[in-house]
T-cell receptor, first 114, second 111 residues
Framework: AAGVIQSPRHLIKEKRETATLKCYPIPRHDTVYWYQQGPGQDPQFLIS???????DKGSIPDRFSAQQFSDYHSELNMSSLELGDSTLYFCASSLGGPLDSPLHFGNGTRLTVT | RKEVEQDPGPFNVPEGATVAFNCTYS??????FFWYRQDCRKEPKLLMS???SGNEDGRFTAQLNRASQYISLLIRDSKLSDSATYLCVVNEETSGSRLTFGEGTQLTVNP
């Protein structure tokens, strides 16, 4: 079965550069979530979209922005990168919200800022 | 206080053992409850949803006590492949569409 696809798997950027992470949800899933997970920590919610509109916002820095496109894929744009942004970023998708169906996570993008 | 709290772990058990994980949540308005499993450096994967009446899936049994705001996961006849971090996850209606994760409890099943 098709799963959530994230690209790239690994990304290396320098401080103050910009990075774009992409997420392709499971076909027919209309909700996309972005999470950030540091080593040994639980996933922290950043932002979510339902039917191309932002549905919820968590601890996402102002330097980051995201959107969901007409084909339901989503992109997380990260500007003025800082060393502390180096961590694992997960995207997840669901059909409707989490009250309707469980989240399915992608393999993640590991960002390293040098 | 964290919104979702779990046993700190880690748990080390022999194959065949029964192990139980506990979780409490702070928001009484929480609507949906899940157990996710996460292997090292991998993405979280849904293990099972937790229903008010309790539910079982093979060797795994989940219980929910809304009055005590308590969730549990019981693993019977544990296998080496059960070794992972188990995450208690809660959706709070008031927080929109996000899921809130506990810090996870690490389980190692030894031969």
């Amino acid at each position: 079965a098709a799963g959530v696809i994230q690209s790239p798997r690994h990304l290396i950027k320098e401080k103050r550069e910009t990075a774009t992470l992409k997420c392709y949800p499971i076909p027919r899933h209309d909700t996309v979530y972005w999470y950030q997970q540091g080593p040994g920590q639980d996933p922290q919610f950043l932002i979510s979209f339902y039917e191309k509109m932002q549905s919820d916002k968590g601890s996402i820095p102002d330097r980051f922005s995201a959107q969901q496109f007409s084909d339901y894929h989503s992109e997380l744009n990260m500007s003025s990168l800082e060393l502390g942004d180096s961590t694992l970023y997960f995207c997840a998708s669901s059909l409707g919200g989490p009250l309707d169906s469980p989240l399915h996570f992608g393999n993640g993008t590991r960002l390293t800022v040098t | 206080r964290k919104e979702v709290e779990q046993d700190p772990g880690p748990f080390n058990v022999p194959e065949g053992a029964t192990v139980a994980f506990n979780c409490t949540y702070s928001n009484s308005a929480s609507q949906s409850f899940f157990w996710y499993r996460q292997d090292c450096r991998k993405e979280p994967k849904l293990l099972m949803s937790v229903y008010s009446s309790g539910n079982e899936d093979g060797r795994f049994t989940a219980q929910l006590n809304r009055a005590s705001q308590y969730i549990s996961l019981l693993i019977r006849d544990s296998k080496l492949s059960d070794s992972a971090t188990y995450l208690c996850v809660v959706n709070e209606e008031t927080s929109g569409s996000r899921l809130t994760f506990g810090e996870g409890t690490q389980l190692t099943v030894n031969p």
